[in-house]
């Protein structure tokens, strides 16, 4: 079993690693600066049905483990942290379906997520609603065969470009506890909707959006798993997926800054000699080691639980934290061991730093993370 895993490993790893040489890298800092969408680089991520990653083949699907697919957004992330955003919401939005929907949602929606003809993520913040989910006051009414959607969702990933989101709305805003009144749809673009997209610090390229709801009409056949009241589950079962994703993020984006970092710091010389050889700059470069190894073990272990089935939120709650904490400190070190290189525009570094904080705060933010982590840590060991 572990030579077939290998395998798997080693062939589609390989060919992300062709993809990111020939299709990321050569164009990630123009379109990055451009704050221009990488169009050219998803449709070669439909090719390689990056789209349908971790989505059963029985639905048109790749069915890689999670662990695989978590290396392969680190290697993405090493090269431009944007393309991994088009995969992330968008194969959450998937999950929801393959583990909620009913079997006609699943065979009617899977295949076309999977091939990337319709690309998307998820529709769960709003203006006054973030960390607190269950404040959301997008409203869905039932009239007829549809649902009528009102409200405001904002910082909207991949709502601009893709064609379809998991929504997240209230179906009875009275309901007690207020996750009973909350229900997932799919919701394809339509109209009704009005997306203003966002400007943001980093993790440009991609787009992030404001969208107001103004009569939009959603079938009642989109209501997953065809039930109201599961929505809050729903998508918090996905989130798990989530956090594995973005702290293999924080893991390709800490050991970019760590590599960028061993070379310059081998050829730039001050008083003398390379600056590696100052020990100021050896305990930051064994910091930033360290803490990356770190992170990739509490990644892969995170996924690990994930594929077999075990509840997780402790273990990618753990990755989350501490991948994303340690993009943090290794974008920031690398920029004080580039001197004023870092600040310039000519090098990565100063894109990475701009990068890094969105890992802290997406995906539950890392206060958040903590909450859970403590909430586990209790239940599992009661006295
Ligand atoms: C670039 C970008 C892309 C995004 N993409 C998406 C997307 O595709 N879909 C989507 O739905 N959302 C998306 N988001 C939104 C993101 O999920 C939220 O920003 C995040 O959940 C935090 O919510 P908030 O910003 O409203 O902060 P708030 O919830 O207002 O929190 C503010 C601060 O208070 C802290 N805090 C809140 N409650 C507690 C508590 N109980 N205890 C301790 N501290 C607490 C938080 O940790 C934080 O530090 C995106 C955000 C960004 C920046």
Redesign the pocket.
């Known amino acids: 079993m572990s030579t077939i895993i290998g395998d798997e490993d080693a062939i589609v790893l390989d060919s992300i690693d062709n993809f990111i040489k020939h299709d990321v890298l050569p164009v990630a800092h123009a379109l990055e600066y451009g704050d221009t969408y990488p169009t050219a680089i998803v449709e070669k991520m439909k090719e390689l049905g990056l789209f349908g990653a971790i989505i059963d083949p029985e639905y048109g699907g790749v069915g890689l483990s999670v662990k695989t697919y978590a290396k392969i957004i680190e290697k993405i992330s090493e090269a431009w942290m944007s393309v991994s955003g088009v995969l992330n919401?968008h194969l959450i939005m998937a999950t929801a379906v393959q583990r909620f929907g009913t079997e006609e949602q699943k065979r009617k929606w899977l295949p076309r997520f999977a091939s990337g003809e319709l690309r998307g993520?998820?529709?769960?913040?709003e203006p006054d609603a973030?960390?607190?989910l269950q404040a959301i006051r997008t409203k869905a009414v039932r009239d007829g065969k549809d649902y009528v959607v009102n409200g405001v969702k904002t910082?909207?990933?991949?709502s601009m470009y893709g064609n379809v989101l998991a929504l997240l709305v209230k179906t009875d805003p009275h309901a007690q506890p207020r996750h009973k009144g909350m229900s997932l749809f799919i919701a394809e673009k339509g109209e009704g909707m009005t997306v203003r997209k966002l400007e943001?610090l980093g993790?440009r390229g991609i787009d992030?959006n404001e969208i107001v709801y103004d009569n939009y009409r959603v079938p009642a056949e989109n209501l997953i798993g065809g039930v109201e009241g599961k929505g809050l589950k729903q998508i918090l079962s996905g989130l798990e997926l989530g956090r594995i994703n973005v702290a293999a993020r924080g893991v390709g984006l800490a050991r970019a800054a760590l590599k960028e970092s061993v070379a310059y710091a081998q050829v730039r010389k001050t008083f003398g000699s390379p600056i590696a050889q100052h020990q100021a700059i050896q305990i930051y470069l064994a910091d930033m080691a360290t803490r990356t190894e770190a992170s990739q073990l509490l990644v892969q272990a995170a996924a690990e639980a994930y594929d077999q089935g075990k509840r997780c939120d402790m273990e990618a709650g753990m990755a989350k934290l501490f991948a994303t904490e340690t993009a943090v400190f290794n974008t920031m070190t690398a920029m004080r061991i580039h001197g004023a290189y870092g600040y310039s525009k000519d090098f990565n570094i100063e894109r990475y730093y701009r990068d890094a904080p969105?890992l802290a705060?997406?995906?539950?933010?890392n206060?958040?993370q903590r909450?859970i982590i403590a909430r586990q840590l209790i239940e599992r060991n009661p006295v």
């Open positions: 919401s993520g998820v529709g769960l913040t973030g960390t607190d910082w909207i990933t991949n943001k993790y992030t969105l705060i997406g995906e539950g933010t206060e958040l909450i």
